[in-house]
């Protein structure tokens, strides 16, 4: 049984305002006081120390508000970027460590836990047997290497002799439950350790005043302008998306990105629906509560594409099917990913059917639709109220069917008159130099030219002197060159230098990373001066070539070895001036 709550005699009250309050806390909280009840400690605070790795800033707002959380208790709570963290002085002596971090492209940690990754997965670190530690992973199942970057954390403490004290939860894109079932596991767990606390009535009632409009409760936000930037028939299917912010009270900086609550295709979800062997003329419960029509469901709540092992294996369970048994039974990843790409929920409706009750059984193994985010191509400066997009359709066939991105084809072909619902994801790992005066390089091809064009019209409006070099590449010059009015006109103002690589218009490809080693004597005299390294674009490939070209550059010109130049550009990390918006 938990302790009864009792007002310390030396509280601030007459013996009937105890009773009174002691009869309310009994009544309020019969099973004890819960965890997020602030605390004023009677001893010493237990010291914790928070990591985060973070590629966008999920992980660093969640760690921050684990801190205020924590700062209730009797905790003294301390936040770093893994980036500037002295791992090799500070891990070995830490007491209660709570690491927050996400996954990107392959599997790879954020790049400001790069160093520190790398460092705890080698033979370097010593035994953590006095370390106390819990992780949670951000992370997205649509892909196969899901919260990798927090697995190799929570095992390698592990492995090093660190005491887990709470298990590691892995978080998929909609991770504000089980962040905050992670959180109250943890402080339960923590206030083992911590002294012994009494109720602070002072603040017991403060709660944290909610943004009216957010993530969980998107701004209906008008459509001012969409049209396609390509030109001809060659050209690929881009558009410019202008959206209205009035009313809303959101805002942002440039750097920042987009979430849009996008709609799924009304067709597909019709040939779903002419599929399924129960009746669909149904109300069903919805991800967050109350309830909807089947279809209008599966048009707005439900994600009906991704095809992750999660989903897959409770399919399979209610399909029987022998092939998908043998598949998840197997294990193997390859085979996993070959099968599930280029597959979506009406593939496994049509090939490997599965019972259902009823209507709400069938939604009761999906996962909810996600927002999806979009680097943000305007500054607000430069147009307030507005907030910019430029978005690629993404449309492809697999299978014998048309497939399309569920967000890039509602922007494309679906928002209409509709308000698409918005918000504001803050992004402070990518951010503009806060000193003008400072050159900055930006390497963008294809939409990655989004988030430039929002720092070069944020240079211009604010009369920032330092220099600005874009390198920008597509593939055809006639038809692909994304904003070539306003980019040309800058270059021709002297306020943009543009470095272009568009690699079909040779008989050789020619990309942007090719551009940068033309160029790299003048490039490395720019970092020399300062200057700030921007990418933004595709992980898997791009961004690594990229980064690539960089360490060739300061070897070549700036005469430093291998091993220097990979230490020159982790310096560039560290000062965050080399800065990645990569997906």
Excluded at 527 to 535: K, N, W
Aim: aromatic share 10%.
């Amino acid at each position: 049984m938990p302790n009864p709550i009792i007002v310390p005699e030396n509280a601030p009250f007459s013996t009937e305002q105890r009773e009174w309050l002691n009869q309310f806390f009994g009544k309020m909280f019969p099973t004890g006081m819960p965890s997020s009840v602030p605390t004023v400690s009677t001893g010493p605070a237990l010291p914790v120390t928070i990591l985060f790795g973070s590629q966008t800033g999920n992980s660093e707002g969640l760690a921050k508000k684990l801190s205020k959380a924590l700062a209730k208790g009797p905790f003294d709570p301390k936040v770093y970027d893994l980036g500037s963290y002295n791992h090799e002085e500070q891990l070995p002596n830490e007491e209660n460590l709570l690491i927050i971090t996400s996954t990107y492209g392959d599997g790879e940690p954020p790049d400001n836990a790069a160093d520190f990754h790398e460092w705890l997965m080698s033979d370097a670190p010593p035994k953590l047997d006095k370390v106390r530690f819990s992780v949670l992973g951000l992370g997205d199942t649509e892909y196969p290497d899901f919260c990798q970057s927090a697995i190799d954390f929570d095992t390698r403490l592990g492995e090093l002799g660190a005491e887990r004290v709470h298990d590691r939860v892995d978080c998929d894109v909609d991770y504000d439950e089980p962040y905050a079932q992670w959180k109250d596991g943890v402080i339960s767990a923590l206030k083992v350790f911590a002294p012994a606390a009494q109720v602070d009535f002072e603040t017991l009632s403060t709660e944290e005043e909610e943004v009216p409009f957010g993530k969980s409760n998107p701004f209906p936000s008008e459509v001012l302008n969409n049209y396609n930037l390509a030109k001809g028939e060659k050209g690929k299917e881009t558009y410019h998306v202008e959206l209205s912010l009035e009313g809303s009270e959101l805002s942002y900086e440039v750097g920042d990105a987009l979430g849009v609550a996008p709609l799924n295709d009304p067709k597909v979800v019709d040939d779903i629906l002419a599929n399924l062997p129960f009746n669909t003329n149904e109300d069903v419960p919805l991800p967050k509560g109350g309830e909807a029509p089947l279809r209008d469901a599966l048009i707005g709540y439900y994600d009906i594409r991704t095809l992750n092992k999660a989903f897959l294996t409770k399919w399979q369970e209610r399909s029987g099917h022998p092939f998908l048994r043998a598949l998840i039974e197997k294990g193997d990843k390859q085979d996993f990913e070959a099968f599930t790409w280029g597959r979506e929920l009406i593939d496994l409706i049509l090939d490997y059917p599965a019972d259902f009750s009823d209507a709400e059984d069938f939604v009761s193994i999906l996962r909810k639709l996600n927002p999806r985010l979009y680097s943000i191509a305007s500054s607000p400066n430069a147009h307030p109220g507005e907030v910019h997009l430029t978005v690629g359709a993404v449309r492809y066939q697999t299978f014998g069917r048309d497939r399309g991105g569920v967000c890039s084809t509602f922007l494309a072909d679906r928002v209409g008159d509709s308000k698409p619902g918005v918000f504001i994801h803050s992004n402070k790992a990518f951010r503009l130099p806060e000193n003008g005066d400072l050159p900055i390089i930006m390497v963008g091809p294809g939409t990655g030219i989004a988030p430039f064009r929002a720092f070069l019209e944020e240079r211009v409006v604010s009369e920032a002197k330092g220099s600005n070099w874009l390198f920008f590449g597509n593939p055809h010059q006639e038809s692909d060159f994304y904003y070539e009015e306003y980019l040309t006109d800058l270059e021709k103002q002297g306020k943009c230098r543009l470095s272009l690589a568009f690699s079909r218009d040779q008989a050789h490809k020619i990309y942007v990373q090719h551009r940068m080693i033309e160029e790299g004597a003048d490039l490395w005299s720019q970092l020399e001066a300062g200057a700030h390294f921007y990418v933004c674009g595709d992980a898997s490939r791009m961004a690594k070539d990229v980064d690539a070209a960089l360490h060739q550059i300061a070897q070549d010109h700036g005469k430093l070895s291998e091993q220097e130049a990979i230490d020159y550009i982790k310096a560039l990390k560290k000062a965050k001036r080399y800065a990645r918006d990569v997906y």
